[in-house]
């Protein structure tokens, strides 16, 4: 290959991705498209490229849950939170003993699945704001059916996760809530914790590249803070074009090379 006498070029490719994973993820979402692809690039098996990422991009739901915890419906919190805890720890596991050429034949189709996800997540946010009142009092949620129906998504989270966000909105929308800050601050708390819960099993596991991870998590938490000085200024269905296009061609990419092999 033309590159394959550039020093350090495994490095750089991360590098450049993780900080445009990172500008992603502020300014739209979707940077998980990209990162992960790349763990994949500089040669870290599939399975542990998928926790390895997952780790590196945790930070950024840390410090946006805590900037929306003013938002956080409380009595609902127990639910998500236990639901989140026990579906990440299922998905994380379930991953992790996942065969690599298993779960290398399901990459296109999990990218893929979680490009169509993200990408109608636009209309199902204007589905949501279509149906916000300005009732004071929420209405009542049964919290038993209620993890029911969020417990598939956060296994989901725990075992890839791409898009699955959205999921969570739409599932409490369904239950009843309305207002848009309380359904992305949830939305939110079940992902982190989703994902923490991934992160602490596969760290136990030993399933963390962390020379990769850390590069990683330094030039997505740069990316993401680049991408919030200019997210106001690009219009969010471009972003979204951008995302979703990134996604199909990514999938498309690994269909072809499986096809090759």
């Known amino acids: ?5 550039i020093p350090h070029l495994h490095y750089i490719w991360l590098v450049v991705a993780s900080t445009i ?3 992603m993820n502020a300014m739209a979402g979707g940077g998980s498209f990209l990162s992960f692809p790349a763990m994949l690039g500089v040669g870290v098996l599939p ?20 900037t929306l915890r003013g938002d956080i419906r409380k009595d ?5 939170a236990a639901t989140s805890i026990l579906g990440g720890v299922l998905g994380a596991e379930v991953l992790l003993h996942t065969a690599q050429r298993t779960f290398m034949h399901m990459i296109p189709w999990l990218i893929l699945v979680g490009t169509l996800i993200f990408g109608v997540s636009g209309w199902v946010s204007k589905w949501i704001r279509g149906r916000a009142t300005h009732q004071h009092a929420e209405p009542h949620i049964p919290r038993f059916w209620l993890a029911c129906a969020l417990f598939p998504v956060c296994f989901y989270i725990g075992y890839f996760g791409a898009g699955a966000g959205f999921l969570v909105m739409t599932i409490l929308a369904l239950f009843g809530m309305e207002q848009m800050h309380s359904l992305n601050a949830l939305k939110v708390v079940a992902a982190m914790l989703s994902n923490l819960c991934a992160i602490i099993t596969f760290i136990l596991q030993g399933a963390v590249v962390w020379h990769y991870c850390l590069i990683a998590m330094v030039f997505a938490a740069f990316g993401g803070w680049v991408g919030a ?3 106001r200024r690009v219009n969010g269905e471009v972003l979204r074009a951008i995302v979703v296009v990134t996604g199909v061609v990514i999938a498309a ?7 090759q092999g």
């Open 1 to 5: 290959m033309i590159f394959e006498h």
């Open 21 to 23: 994973a990172g500008v």
């Open 47 to 66: 399975v542990q490229a998928n926790a390895t990422n997952t780790v590196a991009l945790w930070p950024g739901q840390l410090t946006s849950m805590v």
């Open 76 to 80: 609902l919190l127990p639910t998500i």
């Open 229 to 231: 000085r200019f997210a």
């Open 253 to 259: 990419y690994f269909f072809w090379s499986q096809a």
